[in-house]
Nanobody
Framework: QVALVESGGGLVQAGGSLRLSCGAS????????MGWFRQAPGKEREFVGA????????YYADSVKGRFTISRDNAKNTVDLQMNSLKPDDTAVYYCAVQLYRGSYFEISTYDYWGQGTQVTVSS
């Protein structure tokens, strides 16, 4: 089975920064689109951002646009999420996911493999 592992989560004060990383094993994911999602306690999982496999185009939720940046390193088979100007509302478990087939970047149902998540907590 394919395994995705997120790392880099932690506790940070509002206005601070964190960099999350997603590593994949079992397959090389340089040919596939990758997405980041998050889920806060008591809320549904929501889209954060994605990067396409071919052109490297990036897409972001309005709530994080201008603050978060997705990048990928195909040689290392990793995808990073740089998070700046963090807010308490960003507190959530963050997940990376792989999209094996073409589909919407914004829908949970279009992603085929998911990591276990990493906790991000932003204090006021």
């Amino acid at each position: 089975q394919v395994a995705l592992v997120e790392s880099g989560g932690g506790l940070v004060q509002a206005g601070g920064s964190l960099r999350l990383s997603c590593g994949a094993s079992g397959r090389t994911f340089s040919r596939y689109s990758m997405g980041w999602f998050r889920q806060a306690p008591g809320k549904e999982r929501e889209f954060v951002g994605a990067v396409s496999w071919n052109a490297g185009s990036t897409y972001y939720a309005d709530s994080v646009k201008g603050r978060f940046t997705i990048s990928r390193d195909n040689a290392k088979n990793t995808v990073d999420l740089q998070m700046n100007s963090l807010k308490p509302d960003d507190t959530a478990v963050y997940y990376c996911a792989v999209q094996l087939y073409r589909g919407s970047y914004f829908e949970i149902s279009t992603y085929d493999y998911w990591g276990q998540g990493t906790q991000v907590t932003v204090s006021s």
